[in-house]
C-alpha cells in the first residue's frame, strides 16, 4: 500500500488549506482499512495525532484543532482529506497521512510540509 499526499504549502494566519491522501495498492476492499488519519511533526519533537477517522466511527481530533480542522474520508476512492481553517503559525509542521490496514499494520506517507506565517 502507498500514500500520495497533496496540498501543504504556505499560507498566512486565518488562511485555509486542504490536505488529501490518496491510497493505492492493496487495499483490498473499501473496508478494509481500518483508519486513516493525519500526524504532524516539528523538527524536535515527537510526531502527534492531528486527526483520525476510524472505520464506521466518529472522527477523532486533537485538541489544538477541534473547530478548526474537518477530516473526511472517501471510502470509494480510498482518500482522506483534512480541511484546515483558522490556521496559526504553531500550526506549521510537516503533516503526514497514515493508515491502518485491517492487518493492523500501518503505513505512513511521505509528509507534506504545511508553513503558516503570522
Known amino acids: 500500500v502507498q500514500l500520495q499526499a497533496y496540498g501543504g504549502g504556505l499560507v498566512q494566519a486565518g488562511g485555509s488549506l486542504r490536505l488529501s491522501c490518496a491510497a493505492s495498492?492493496?487495499?483490498?476492499?473499501?473496508?478494509?482499512?481500518?483508519?486513516m488519519g493525519w500526524y504532524r511533526q516539528v523538527p524536535g519533537n515527537e510526531r502527534e495525532l492531528v486527526a483520525r477517522?476510524?472505520?464506521?466511527?466518529?472522527?477523532r481530533y486533537a485538541d489544538s484543532v477541534k473547530g478548526r480542522f474537518t477530516i473526511s474520508r472517501d471510502n470509494d476512492e480510498n482518500t482522506v482529506y483534512l480541511q484546515m481553517n483558522s490556521l496559526k503559525p504553531l500550526d506549521t509542521a510537516t503533516y503526514y497521512c497514515?493508515?491502518?490496514?485491517?492487518?493492523?499494520?500501518?503505513?505512513w506517507g511521505q509528509g507534506t510540509l504545511v508553513t503558516v506565517s503570522s
Open positions: 497514515n493508515v491502518v490496514l485491517s492487518t493492523f499494520d500501518e503505513v
Open positions: 495498492g492493496s487495499i483490498g476492499s473499501r473496508d478494509s482499512l481500518i483508519s
Open positions: 477517522i476510524v472505520r464506521d466511527g466518529p472522527p
